[in-house]
Nanobody, 123 residues
Framework: QVQLVQSGGGLVQAGGSLRLSCAAS????????MGWFRQAPGKEREFVAA????????YAVDSVKGRFTISRDNAKNTVYLQMNSLKPEDTAVYYC????????????????WGQGTQITVSS
């Protein structure tokens, strides 16, 4: 099994910044992808960004490109989501997730999930 523990998040004014962390532990895989998703009330879970652990290729949805950056720390088995220039429409619960077999944007293919973190951006 894989455990994903998220930290960070909270309330920020529009234009501000936050950083989310997601530490993975437990079973290891030779190749895998870690992603960030978000879900606002009444909306479907939305892909935000992903990173392939081997090689470090990154992917992001157009709405966050240039504002959000996904990165990893191999030694800590941790993935980060640096969020800058936050907008009210970024308000959602953010989840990290891991998949050993797939990349990148369809949440149905991710097997392991963090507990979720609320991000609220006030205008």
């Amino acid at each position: 099994q894989v455990q994903l523990v998220q930290s960070g998040g909270g309330l920020v004014q529009a234009g501000g910044s936050l950083r989310l962390s997601c530490a993975a532990s437990g079973r290891t895989f030779s190749t895998y992808t870690m992603g960030w998703f978000r879900q606002a009330p009444g909306k479907e879970r939305e892909f935000v960004a992903a990173i392939k652990w081997s090689g470090g290729s990154t992917y992001a949805v157009d709405s966050v490109k240039g504002r959000f950056t996904i990165s990893r720390d191999n030694a800590k088995n941790t993935v980060y989501l640096q969020m800058n220039s936050l907008k009210p429409e970024d308000t959602a619960v953010y989840y990290c997730a891991l998949t050993p077999d797939y990349c990148c944007s369809d949440y149905r293919y991710y097997n392991y999930w963090g507990q979720g973190t609320q991000i609220t951006v006030s205008s």
